[in-house]
């Protein structure tokens, strides 16, 4: 219940596209629907820090440098989260953790994926 896949980072130009995809195994629908979950990143020698989150009302948090340009979302049929990255720049290359927190205070992190973006 508690492992992150994590899907769909790679090399882009600057100006390009991304999506990365995060599905929890073995959760059932409930348990995905109730989490509060985020995407976060960690450039190398930076620390982590919060990209995006989305509660299970569906409110989002973005962070200022990513406004505008990334949209968090959440497939509850799938039972997957979705982060859309528009409009890439060099320094949004890093690796990218998805976290998922639950309603009684499990936190879980995937392990990581790459995205660098070229200029």
């Known amino acids: 219940q508690g492992q992150l896949v994590e899907s769909g980072g790679g090399l882009v130009q600057a100006g390009g596209s991304l999506r990365l995809s995060c599905k929890p195994s073995r959760i059932i629908l409930s348990e995905f629907w109730s989490s509060t979950m985020g995407w976060y990143r960690q450039a190398p020698g930076k620390e982590r820090e919060l990209v995006a989150s989305?509660?299970?009302?569906?409110?989002?948090i973005y962070a200022d440098s990513v406004k505008g340009r990334f949209a968090i979302s959440k497939d509850n049929s799938r039972k997957t989260m979705y982060l859309q990255m528009n409009s890439l720049k060099p320094e949004d290359t890093g690796d990218y953790y998805c976290?998922?927190?639950?309603?009684?205070?499990?936190?879980?992190w995937g392990q990581g994926i790459q995205v660098t973006v070229s200029s």
């Open positions: 976290r998922r927190q639950s309603r009684s205070g499990d936190d879980y």
């Open positions: 989305i509660t299970d009302g569906g409110n989002t």
